[in-house]
């Protein structure tokens, strides 16, 4: 395993609130590196390359959010920035492929599970009150103008596994993140 801490800045590593914190961040950066390239090519294989561009586009911003604490960056707005960019990648995504029957609409909701993890419970409830009121715009403009037209990719299906496949095994990289996985039990 990948030690993350030669990464974070002493001082940060030293406190024992802000050092595990900072620690998460980069194992999420580092899980965003290896799956997002996976996940543009599932696009491209699918018929949507433009929305694989969009992917490793909100990754390399993802990816480069927690070096941000090595330039002097605080660990908050290095939070922020990181969740940030998935939230913008999860809108342009559900705007693309369907709104609110989008199949990646259930990773908005990564986003209060990363900021609880990182951040703690305010900036939790700041993400998830975030995430729920674009999940209620999103529903107001499909009630006003109708259903937003998904793009064709080739096989939908296909696209909806993934999309819940991805969701089960990064949540579940959260939870552990957040309990202590991998850690001897007394």
């Known amino acids: 395993m990948i030690r993350v801490d030669r990464f974070i800045p002493a001082a940060l590593r030293a406190c024992p609130r802000r050092g595990p914190a900072a ?6 950066a580092g899980v965003t590196a290896l799956s997002a390239p996976l996940l ?3 696009y491209h294989y699918l018929g949507y390359a433009a929305a694989g561009t969009v992917v490793l586009g909100g990754a390399l911003v993802m990816v480069a959010a927690p070096f ?3 330039a002097g960056v605080k660990l908050a707005p290095a939070r922020d ?6 939230y913008a990648l999860k809108i342009w995504l559900a705007l693309h492929l369907g709104g609110l029957g989008a199949p990646t609409l259930g990773w908005f909701a990564l986003c209060p599970m990363i900021a609880l993890l990182v951040g703690g419970l305010r900036p939790g409830l700041a993400w998830a009150g975030i ?3 674009t999940l209620m715009a999103l529903f107001a403009h499909e009630r006003s103008a109708g259903a ?9 299906l296909a696209l909806q596994l993934a999309g819940v496949v991805g969701l089960v095994v990064l949540a579940s990289v959260i939870v552990g993140l957040a309990v202590g996985a991998g850690k001897p039990r007394s």
């Open 23 to 28: 620690r998460h961040l980069f194992v999420l």
């Open 40 to 42: 543009a090519l599932l």
């Open 68 to 70: 941000t604490l090595n």
């Open 81 to 86: 920035l990181f969740i940030g960019a998935l």
């Open 131 to 133: 995430v729920l009121l």
């Open 148 to 156: 937003l037209q998904p793009h064709p990719v080739s096989d939908p």
